[in-house]
């Protein structure tokens, strides 16, 4: 007899070393949630507690030097998860926007359609911040399914929380439902979000 795990769901998961870009990444993500009145109003008007650049900004790469040495990480990290994935061809860089969060916000349930893959990528985490927890894509179907024990390896649960630090990079398919939950720390929380197309 024998069991085999079939239709894998695949969360990629690295530690970046790198003290001088999570300097420069923060500096920067600060300074465009002060000075992005676009980002600011799309913010406000969506009810994200902080300020994110999806919205507003389309070329942080371009404009900022840290963004580009980070494009240049996600590119190759990108890579390595695509053959992961059996991907026949390497992904692009699609879209990259920041986001500080502030404490006790969240974001609720979502996919990133028109991609391959999407991430996060950890620049500054205040102590007590919400997670961000993976949906199992089959929990729609799973009508009678029992509940599951609290000792169950994780790719029999159908949520996955992972705990965000600095310098850490999160890669998933990007049909892959996630959402993050309210923390109750106070501090801000800076990230970077990402899609490959």
């Known amino acids: 007899m024998s069991v ?12 970046l070393a790198e003290p001088a870009l999570l300097g420069e990444l923060a500096h920067s993500i600060r300074s465009l949630a002060a000075d992005d009145s676009a980002g600011k109003a799309w913010s406000r008007e969506h009810g994200y507690k902080g300020y994110t650049s999806y919205a507003s900004l389309n070329d942080l790469p371009k404009r900022d030097p840290a963004f580009a040495d980070l494009a240049k990480l996600l590119t190759r990290h990108s890579g390595a998860f695509a053959r992961d994935c059996g991907f026949e061809r390497k992904p692009r860089l699609d879209s990259l926007w920041v986001n500080l969060l502030k404490g006790g916000g969240h974001h609720s349930g979502h996919i990133h359609p028109h991609s391959v893959l999407s991430g996060t990528f950890y620049v500054e985490v205040p102590t007590e911040t919400g997670s961000i927890r993976f949906e199992d894509p089959r929990l729609p179907l799973m009508m009678a399914a029992p509940k599951r024990r609290e000792n169950a390896p994780d790719e029999l649960r159908p949520f996955v929380t992972v705990e965000p630090r600095p310098g850490l990079l999160l890669l998933w398919e990007s049909w892959l439902r996630h959402e993050v939950l309210a923390g109750r720390g106070k501090g801000e929380r800076l990230s970077v979000s990402f899609n490959f197309a």
């Open 4 to 15: 085999r795990s079939l239709f894998v769901t695949q969360l990629y998961e690295a530690q």
